[in-house]
């Protein structure tokens, strides 16, 4: 089946500095969902975006679906920010998403 | 929107017993997803329901599991014995169609003693 990697595994930053998260897969993928998993479990979608670029906000992302690779950048981290984020891809035709294992960031005040 | 709704938030049992957690759906999403989360396995698809039909359930680990989906607003997941391996947290995410975002409900939490 298709490899999802993520890195880094685990992330610590100060406020106000920036980040850059890479999801990494293993086979031509429809679609890619970048998600946040708060503290208290809640999973939130962040973007959909099977390519290109999108923005919101502090945070944005970009899809090289050609090459395999997708990286979320978060600038100027707030403590809120900490969590687990993961990458979701879609492989074509199977309408299952995959998950990858995760980066998980804490923000210091 | 009232977003994903699951029930219960929070369940222990005893091992043998029957578990039975409930999902509410977007109005309007066709699309229906139960996934577990686990320390050691991470996120993992269980079932797919499209329109009220299971797509794949090539994710359910074994005939202890099973899902339903009777109606367009209401699914649950049973699980019946229950094992202490089957503790996790049981995730239910819908979307408008197959290619949209997904929304995921807050959790059941389960615990089997």
């Known amino acids: 089946g298709i490899q999802v990697e993520q890195s880094p595994p685990d992330l610590i930053l100060q406020e106000g500095a920036n980040s850059t998260l890479r999801c990494n897969f293993s086979?031509?993928?429809?679609?890619l969902q970048w998600f946040h998993q708060n503290p208290w479990g809640q999973l939130i979608n962040l973007f959909y975006?099977?390519?290109g670029t999108k923005q919101n906000g502090r945070l944005s992302a970009t899809t090289v679906a050609t090459e395999r690779y997708s990286l979320l950048y978060i600038s100027s981290s707030q403590t809120t920010d900490s969590g687990v984020y993961f990458c979701a891809v879609e492989r074509r035709g199977t309408y299952k998403y995959i998950f990858g294992t995760g980066t998980r960031l804490k923000v210091l005040a | 929107d009232a977003g994903v709704i699951q029930s219960p938030r929070h369940e222990v049992t005893e091992m043998g017993q029957e578990v039975t957690l409930r999902c509410k759906p977007i109005?309007?999403?066709?699309?229906l997803f139960w996934y577990r989360q686990t320390m050691m396995r991470g996120l993992e698809l269980l079932i797919y329901?499209?329109?009220?039909?299971?797509?794949?359930d090539s994710g359910m680990p074994e005939d202890r599991f099973s899902a339903k989906m009777p109606n367009a607003s209401f699914s649950t997941l049973k699980i019946q014995p229950s094992e202490p391996r089957d503790s996790a947290v049981y995730f239910c995410?819908?979307?408008?169609?197959?290619?949209?975002?997904?929304?995921f409900g807050e959790g059941s939490w389960l615990t089997v003693v």
């Open positions: 329901f499209n329109n009220n039909v299971p797509i794949d």
């Open positions: 086979d031509s993928v429809n679609n």
């Open positions: 109005s309007g999403h066709n699309s």
């Open positions: 975006i099977p390519s």
């Open positions: 995410a819908s979307s408008l169609g197959d290619w949209d975002t997904i929304y």
